[in-house]
């Protein structure tokens, strides 16, 4: 059974920080390309940044140059460390795996991040 089990969400303050993690069992992460996606109320998931096998990153514009996606195989593990929160960072936040071969999709549950201003 493939689980990504999501944390380190909660509530900050604006401008200052949270990291991530995302652990993964029943999959080998480094076969995926790995993505944190966010879903902020009342409006569509997107993609905030990705991580393919050769740790190739790419990251939405609005996070760029504060937020860092990271992986590490050997623990199965992805990170996103995200600094310089602002208020409109508030949202739900996913884990993704994509088999790069096999294009098998899963999904974590969510671990919510609320900045105050």
């Known amino acids: 059974q493939v689980q990504l089990v999501e944390s380190g969400g909660g509530l900050v303050q604006s401008g200052g920080s949270l990291r991530l993690s995302c652990a993964a069992s029943?999959?080998?992460?480094?076969?995926?390309?790995m993505g944190w996606y966010r879903q902020p109320p009342g409006k569509q998931r997107e993609l905030v940044a990705a991580?393919?096998?050769?740790?190739?990153?790419n990251y939405a514009d609005s996070v760029k140059g504060r937020f860092t996606i990271s992986r590490d195989n050997a623990k199965n593990t992805v990170l996103l460390q995200m600094n310089s929160l602002k208020p409109e960072d508030t949202a739900a936040y996913y884990c993704?795996?994509?088999?790069?071969?096999?294009?098998?999709?899963?999904w974590g549950q969510g671990t919510q991040v609320t900045v105050s201003s």
């Open positions: 991580i393919t096998s050769g740790y190739s990153t």
């Open positions: 993704n795996a994509d088999g790069e071969s096999t294009h098998a999709r899963y």
């Open positions: 029943g999959i080998t992460l480094r076969f995926y390309t």
